[in-house]
């Protein structure tokens, strides 16, 4: 995988982002005040980096798993010792490939066999609603080559298909209605039956954060602040 640190002396707080698909630090650097010392990790298919800060120094530490990233947090979080203080499912399951809680395993097959080029194109701009949202959130795409989001979602598919049980504790689920991998009901169906997990659904996009949100700090003080389902 492929890790972004931005650290600043004074600051007492650590928010750590785990990236869904075709995502990357540009997605998330717009939110970025410098309020904060951030780690972002993305395209999973990469080695684990060999060093990642330790929280032990930080008065809080938050967690962002973003769509699969909720799956690749679960995956990496304890081999890499990232103990969270909050921590915050945004659009996404430990289950990113199941017929109930993730997108449909036939659904995902058949996706996966017709992935190419064309449709990683696509895709970029379904995000940001086509075109236009496309160019208004242009420094937020991913510089991810086309051919390593080809090779990750591939990596992705492999290693969810060794599924571990999940064994970190989601404090909060944010559900959107413009989830573009994963059936907003699925998403829902899981976080229903994790009892401790408070579940918060949003009308705003989550693709455009930066329309809704100043700062990462901003969304996290939104989600804790809203009412749960």
């Not at 990232?82 to 945004?90: L, N, Q, R, S, T």
């Not at 696509?122 to 795409?141: P, Q, S, W």
Request: glycine share 6%.
């Amino acid at each position: 995988m492929k890790t972004y640190i931005h650290r600043k002396d004074g600051n007492t707080e650590l928010v750590v982002i785990f990236g869904g698909w075709l995502t990357d630090e540009n997605t998330f650097l717009p939110l970025c005040d410098g309020s904060f010392d951030i780690i972002i990790i993305h395209n999973y298919s990469y080695d684990p980096p060999f060093i990642i800060p330790g929280n032990n120094i930080y008065d809080k530490t938050t967690l962002i798993g973003w769509s699969i990233g909720v799956w690749a947090a679960e995956y990496f979080v304890p081999r890499l010792n990232i103990k969270p203080d909050i921590a915050i499912a945004v659009n996404g399951t430990p289950y990113p490939f199941h017929d109930l809680f993730g997108l449909p395993m036939e659904k995902a097959e058949t996706y996966l066999g017709s992935i190419d080029y064309d449709r990683v194109r696509e895709l970029r701009l379904e995000a940001f609603g086509k075109t236009r949202g496309f160019d208004d959130n242009y420094n937020k795409i991913s510089n991810h080559l086309i051919k390593s989001s080809l090779t990750e979602i591939r990596w992705l598919y492999n290693r969810i298909m060794e599924q571990e049980r999940p064994s970190l504790r989601w404090n909060y689920s944010v559900i959107s209605k413009d989830d573009k991998l994963i059936p907003d009901s699925n998403i829902d169906n899981y976080w229903k039956s994790v009892e401790k997990t408070k579940r918060v659904k949003i009308s705003k996009s989550i693709h455009k954060m930066k329309n809704s949100w100043k700062s990462i700090n901003g969304f996290i003080e939104y989600v804790q602040n809203s009412q749960s389902l």
